[in-house]
């Protein structure tokens, strides 16, 4: 295949410069996954607004891509062998990326391991969990009478908080030094204050992880990543 003209996505959301990596998504936590990483390692990229609405989502154009319809995905199209590379499922990006630059994934093979577990916690766990928290605690889920579903999931947010907090006793970021781990997570600590869900998870009470989100958020390239895409673009 050929970047742009064997990929149907391209007719919809054109590539200036197809020489660089394109990055389809949208700002939310498993979106700014994928924009924080390209900003902290540098690569050039082109970033394109792919909304969570249907039209958008759903479309041929992005189903060609990504037939799970979710954002973020990416077209790098100087992948493996020089060949264009699509790529969906915002762990498996932040993998491909690390290994690409070499950046935030130690080179040791058990250290790398170690940072790939933590990464799949955030998407086994705390993504999942957490947003399913959000549905029921903020969105359409709240108007569920039955109170179950809400405790189910403010219980289990507490858990994993709890097993975040004892891994950085000591340390300031989840495997010693900055990873690839805390990109995944960080974003999704952060939904907990969108979510109006701090109070409720007794947020506080976890000075580890309080301390460990402000470091992150404090990461220039953090910034820049939270508003890549443009929600409007």
Known sequence: MTFPQDFPINTRWPAKDPSVLQLYSFPTPNGIKVSIMLEETGLPYEAHTVTLADKDVKSPEFLSLNPNNKIPAIIDPNGPGGKPLPLWESGAILIYLAEKTGQFLPTDPAERYKVI????????????????????????????????????????????????????????????????????????????????????VGWDNFPNTVAYLDRFLARPAVQRGLNIPPREG
Do not use: H
């Open 117 to 200: 577990q933590w990464v799949m916690f955030q998407m086994g766990g705390v993504g999942p969990m957490f947003g399913q928290l959000g549905f029921f605690y903020k969105f359409a889920g709240s108007a569920v009478e039955d109170p179950l579903p809400r405790e189910r999931y403010i219980t289990e947010a507490k858990r994993l908080l709890g097993v975040i907090e004892r891994q950085l006793d000591g340390q300031n970021w989840l495997c010693g030094d900055y990873s690839i781990a805390d990109i995944a997570l960080g974003g999704w600590l952060r939904a907990l204050d969108f979510y109006g869900a701090k109070e409720v």
